[in-house]
């Protein structure tokens, strides 16, 4: 008989030629459990996905509840069922009131597709432009706008009349003009190795969208639901997007990603024609069930408010020789070590010493921490003990290999 690791290498589509490869047979809070007792620290989330944990209790109770109720109904869009709704509400209420408008998807890159038809469909225009080292998706769409030649060489040809612009740099802005439909953009670039924007950037691109009519789109798919010590980024910067784009923690652990826009905007999607966009599971009932529950998590375990007193102590503990620098705010951290082979070496093997990391896909110098948002302070000292050995063997290691 084959076991699950051969099983999983003849069946399984693989994404990489060194996949983790870690069988994990139950998980709970910041832990993930292995067969004979292996136990891993999760410093990842599932990448932003797990902010309350694993199978936090509330989250459990409210997928059993609603699966319970009812799975799927109908397509997206017909039926109205509670679960969706309740979410809809609670997510508007805490964004800006001119977002007010959510339409649900499966996943950050159906989202971004979504968010890019809608501005495409609304201003009329077909250029969208993004930001290099952006990420923001797989599917065709998201991959034209994603920044980085490396990950699109391979599949062209990509959408037409797509432009990427320089992060940080105010002059590049003159691009966005009145034949712009959108620009998207991370407000803090996740993938790129936690890069923020230089004071003023953001505000600078909104004014130059609404001067010129062009949407702008914020993917708070890796940045939202405190993950940075801010419910959204939109707090942080004091910037208003015309469409904002959520995922991975929006669905506290199940599949789901949305765009949020006014209504006045988001009603274009309604005719000429209509049906233009739509998807059966979008916004299953069992996920938004677990989207609210989990956001009330982080509203009512004050989540927020101990993220960044949690991410100081991962920097005063993570003193180290071969770490040259931390960036990044709240739980997304990206520690930078003098040279990649130091950061292969060490993700490759975190779980010898019970942790899980992860690299970034545009920063090879640099691995993530982004742990659960309920990490308690033991935890997180516990971690870093263990981060130092993985680094002094780690010093000595990683240049025999
Ligand atoms: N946008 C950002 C900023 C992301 O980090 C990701 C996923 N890493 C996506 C979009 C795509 O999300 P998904 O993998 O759910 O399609």
Known sequence: ?????????????????????LEIERAEGVFMYGPRGKKY???????????????????????KEQADAYLHLMVYGEMIQSPQV????????????????????????EAVEGALKLAKRFTGRSKLISFKNSYHGSTHGALSIQGNELYKNAFRPLL??????????????????????CVITEPIQAEAGVIFPVKGFLPKIRQRCTETGALLVFDEVQTGFGRTGFMFAISRFGVVP???????????????????SSKKIMSSLITNPQLGHITTFGGHPVCCAA?????NVI????????????????????????????????????????????VRYAVAHAPDYGLLLD???????????????????????????????????????????
């Open 1 to 21: 008989m084959l076991t699950n690791r051969q099983l999983f290498l003849l069946h399984l589509g693989q994404t990489s030629t060194a996949p983790l490869m």
């Open 41 to 63: 620290l999760d410093l990842i989330s599932g990448v932003s996905v797990s902010n309350t944990g694993h199978r936090h209790p509330k989250v459990v109770e409210a997928v």
């Open 86 to 109: 309740k979410y809809a509400e609670k997510l508007c209420g805490l964004l800006p009131a001119t977002l007010d408008n959510c339409f649900f998807v499966n996943s950050g890159s």
């Open 160 to 181: 037409p009349d797509t432009l990427q612009l320089d992060f940080n740099n105010e002059t590049s802005i003159g691009a966005i003009d009145r034949k712009t439909a």
């Open 242 to 260: 015309d469409i904002l784009v959520l995922a991975k923690a929006l669905g506290g652990g199940m599949p789901l990603g949305a765009f949020i």
């Open 291 to 295: 989207g609210l529950a989990s956001l």
């Open 299 to 342: 509203i009512d375990e004050n989540l927020i408010a101990s993220c960044e007193e949690k991410s100081n102590l991962f920097r005063k503990e993570l003193n180290h020789p071969l770490i040259s620098d931390i960036r990044g705010e709240g739980l997304l951290l990206a520690v930078v070590l003098p040279e990649p082979e130091f």
């Open 359 to 401: 690299y970034f896909l545009f920063c090879p110098d640099a691995f993530r921490i982004a742990p659960p948002l309920t990490i308690s302070p033991q935890e997180i000292l516990a971690a870093c003990n263990q981060l130092k050995i993985l680094l002094d063997v780690t010093m000595k290691n990683a240049r025999k290999k």
